[in-house]
């Protein structure tokens, strides 16, 4: 049976895994390597590396930490932040990762999904949307609008209708942040996991919001997630990848024993 | 100790070699690129990995010259292990864009029917058929990592060859030995320590020891 999945999520900046809600209160979290070895050997299922800084000079470093960690962490490694085109695709591809996730250059140019879907299978492609709760309903109907830039500028583009279309668009994976949750310890939006979920066939990752055990069962069940996301309460060491797993194997769901 | 085993990669342009790179020098190999035929000089085994669809794959390796030396190879009975697509193109054909494959084992590679989700991503259990040293060091029901839509389905003609098998949606064919030609539908490279411990084996089994 296929198990649900448990990843720490490594926020990265200038070459170093940084903690906090996104883009503020950073704090140094450690050697991204490192860490990812020890999650690994913990019993994370797959890692994710997010290039928050994503700038011209960050890149260079970010390729030499995926192809450091390729060597020590034998799970699957998925790289995202900044990546535009298929050939800075290919180069972190290159460097030793499995999935690249797209986010903001995929909602500016839909295409770069077909492209880099064509270009390297879909199972390579991760669409990350990032989605906000709107006051008030989208034309659409819709109560989620997908933002970009960490999160920082609305789109007025509805994110249901945006995760159908990436999928049809070649996305292999889609990695759902609430942006209203994320870095607020008060659970996962699963109301926007099930609208999402419910309507694409690819595996739905969720993320933003994660403070306990509980949120991640209730992702799985009431958000229909097949894996659950999360960074500050690994990083702060409040859970253990194998106290989540506990707490959903008790929870009867299927997971991968560390 | 013994010497590092040459193993040939073959690189037709398709996935993440880095990872099974690393993946084989951890456990004691010596890998490198096989992009052309004369590439596969020295090697005691050879590793076709791949992910995506068979037809530009085939296309590719034809393009190298590589599809009747890699024929070749597996009819003089020497080491191969195939991963992921490695083990779809073994077979004759693939429904998924039609094109015709090596035909190595008999039976068509289908998409996976009645799956909850598709492609079938992540840590799923690999149910063993029957014991074999591939799988030596590994629980009988151990959870692999996947990554696809699609995998071989054996005529009654190969079914000698089934190792194990895995659930999702419907039951498939999650690794094949015959003699020294293998086959996995999971990422050895990206299964942690059971998959490294695959990798063991098979370079034990391709170098005719065992695996301590």
């Known amino acids: 049976m296929l198990r649900r999945r448990v990843i720490p999520c490594l926020d990265v900046d200038r070459g170093r895994v940084v903690k906090g809600t996104r883009f503020v209160d950073l704090v140094d979290a450690g050697d991204p390597p ?3 070895a020890r999650y690994a050997a913990e019993g994370a299922d ?3 590396f997010l290039d928050i800084g994503a700038s011209p000079e960050g890149r260079a470093t970010l390729l030499d930490i995926v192809e450091r960690t390729a060597r020590r962490a034998f799970i699957p490694l998925t790289v995202g932040g900044g990546v535009r085109s298929v050939p800075e695709m290919r180069a972190v591809l290159r460097a030793g990762a499995d999935k690249v996730s797209l986010n903001t250059a995929a909602v500016a140019d839909p295409g770069l999904v077909t492209r880099c879907a064509r270009s390297f299978g879909s199972q ?12 008030a309903e989208l034309p659409s109907g819709e109560g989620w609008e997908v933002v970009v830039r960490g999160g920082r500028e609305p789109t007025g583009r509805a994110a249901v209708a945006w995760a159908v279309e990436a999928v049809e668009r070649g996305a292999g994976e889609l990695l759902v942040t609430s942006i209203d949750r994320d870095g607020t310890r008060s659970g996962y939006d699963v109301a926007l996991l099930r609208a999402i979920s419910s309507r694409v066939s690819v595996p739905v990752i969720a993320s933003g919001g994660a403070a306990g055990p509980n949120d991640f069962v209730a992702a799985v069940r009431e958000g229909g997630a097949d894996a659950v996301l999360a960074a500050s309460i690994f990083h702060r060491r409040t859970y253990s990848i194998a106290q989540v797993k506990a707490a959903m ?5 299927s997971i991968r024993a560390a | 100790m013994s010497a590092p085993l040459p193993v040939a990669v073959v690189d037709y342009g398709a996935g993440n070699l880095v990872s099974i790179e690393q993946a084989l020098v951890h456990v004691g190999a010596r890998p490198w690129r096989a992009r052309r035929p004369e590439h ?3 090697a005691a085994a050879i590793v076709v990995p791949g992910v995506g669809a068979a037809g530009p794959a085939m296309r590719r390796l034809e393009r190298s010259g590589l599809v009747d030396p890699i024929r070749r190879w597996i009819a003089d009975g020497r080491p191969y292990l195939g991963i992921c697509l490695g083990l779809q193109l073994l077979f004759e054909a693939s429904d998924e864009d039609g094109s015709t494959t090596l035909g190595v084992l008999s039976g068509r590679s289908r998409r996976l029917a009645g799956a909850p989700t598709l492609p079938h991503i992540g840590w799923n259990q690999v149910v063993r058929r029957r014991r074999h040293r591939l799988f030596d060091g590994i629980a009988a029901d151990a959870d692999l990592y996947f990554v696809h839509s699609y995998a071989g389905r054996p005529e009654p003609a190969a079914e000698d060859a089934i190792l194990a098998e895995t659930e999702h949606g419907e039951t498939f064919v999650s690794a094949v030995a015959l003699a020294s030609l293998f086959g996995v539908q999971f990422h050895p490279e990206r299964s942690g320590v059971d998959g490294l411990r695959l990798l063991a084996n098979f370079v034990a089994l391709a170098g005719g020891r065992r695996a301590d």
Do not use: F
Not at chain 1, 125 to 134: E, G, L, Q
Not at chain 1, 249 to 253: D, K, R, T
């Open chain 1, 249 to 253: 194997a008790a929870a009867g769901l």
């Open chain 1, 124 to 135: 390579a492609v991760v669409v990350a949307i990032d989605a906000r709760r709107r006051p």
């Open chain 2, 40 to 42: 596969l000089a020295g």
């Open chain 1, 34 to 36: 490192e860490l990812a």
């Open chain 1, 46 to 48: 797959e890692l994710v």
